[in-house]
């Protein structure tokens, strides 16, 4: 019999506590940690051991989604969990389960629940039925109340190492190289690098990613070309999602289609953010090595070559990082990407 969080690549602390948990779950969980690290992956999995015991055909229709007793809660639309869904979702807890001991609810994008919705379920959190477990998946605690994500037994997954999503790769039969190359421009996030791994578009990705330093110019129109072509360098790596979506779509059955077009929208939005941020780290990572080659500290990026890395000043170099990882946060505040990138290049740019 497969262990159910073998192909669980890095989090072995979260494994770990989640093995422990099995025979005696919380009546509610916390999956927090940025996008791209696998949380509903390893939801599913711990959702799967938590029905299913030992019995391996279950555990696949878990995993799948398609087992009765695993109720997956969605935003409605392109945005949120409403209040209604919220109500919804509290009736059926209160409900038997269908075949197995106890019933799995899953908020798959738990940062997507407005305060209404959160207080409807807050009740059941504090009263749950035995019979009953929710899994809430979010990037940070922050994005629930307080009074919610403390009812919560908060599993925190953290980046992973370089070398270890690389091994995690070549152990589930990627290429070795391709491996490298995909835990490279992933960011610590091993979801993303599973996504990534059959691409062989990601090292093209990282090097335009890479060559911009040594690009930028202090004129605004050479900033909006550089945000082009870092756009186009993401739209390969986001061509595998699309064609399984549109797979997903030919066989969805009659009466999904608007429901499951909103959740792929939400997907792909997910996909490109995580391409955005992994390409400023990447960015952000050539400024820290150029200081810290100049000033006799290790490089993380020792593919690049020793005198790109010198053009820049120390001093100049650590600014210019601070000013990538500024224009993260304007990405997670919503800012469009291209535009964001168009700022970003034009300042590093005027300093050059």
Known sequence: MADLFDDVIGH???????????????????????????????ARRFAAALLCGDDDACRRRVVRGIHPDVVVVEPEGRTAITVEQARSTVALASLAPLEADRRVFVFEEGGAMNDEAANALLKTLEEPTPSTVFLIITESEDDLPETVASRCRTVVFGRVGEAEVADGLARLGVDPVQAEHAARISGGRPGLALALATQPEVAEFRRVWLSLPLRLSEHPGDAFLLADEVMAAAEPLLAALRDRQQEEEAAAPEGAGRALKDRHERELRRATAALSVSGLEILAG???DAAAAQLG???????????????????????????????IDSLQANQRP???FAALFADLGAGA
């Open 297 to 327: 500290a290790a490089v993380r990026n020792p593919d690049i070559p020793a005198p790109a890395l010198t053009r820049i000043a120390p001093a100049r170099a650590v600014r210019n990082a601070g000013r990538v990882l500024d224009a």
């Open 12 to 42: 072995r602390h979260v494994v770990a506590l989640l093995r422990d948990e099995i025979r005696a779950p919380a009546q509610a969980y916390l999956f927090t940690g940025p996008t791209g690290a696998g949380k509903s992956m390893v």
């Open 286 to 288: 050539f400024y820290r």
């Open 338 to 340: 291209q535009l964001a």
